[in-house]
């Protein structure tokens, strides 16, 4: 397990740009589907109809990344070889899941956070 300072820093960092990701994402349409906002460093992504939410937590005590998206709980541990965040179950990196996590909701495959 990584210790806190980099624990803190990496996750920082991650997250900052999944939201400038998600930020980009958002102005491609027409019509905003989404909208991300950042509040005592938890991100939250709210969908402009109302029909859901989802929430980035960086989880100190256990080292985790939390995403509370499409009624489930991800948690994503610290990969020193991806240098990321992955998501243990399926390799997937914070951007990678997220990006799927919206086309889930949203409907749509063309959504892509690069």
Request: glycine share 4%.
């Amino acid at each position: 397990m990584i210790d806190e300072a980099t624990f803190r820093n990496v996750s920082d960092k991650a997250l900052e740009a999944l939201k400038q990701s998600l930020i980009r994402a958002e102005e491609l349409g027409d019509e905003p589907i989404f909208e991300t906002e950042e509040k005592n460093g938890v991100l939250n992504v709210l969908f402009e109809d109302g029909s859901a939410k989802f929430v980035f937590t960086p989880n100190t005590p256990v080292r985790q990344v939390w995403i509370s998206a499409l009624s489930t709980s991800y948690k994503l541990e610290w990969d020193e070889a991806k240098n990321a965040f992955t998501l243990p179950k399926s390799g997937e990196d914070l951007r990678t899941l997220t990006e799927r996590l919206l086309r889930e909701q949203i409907g749509d495959d063309s959504i892509s956070l690069t």
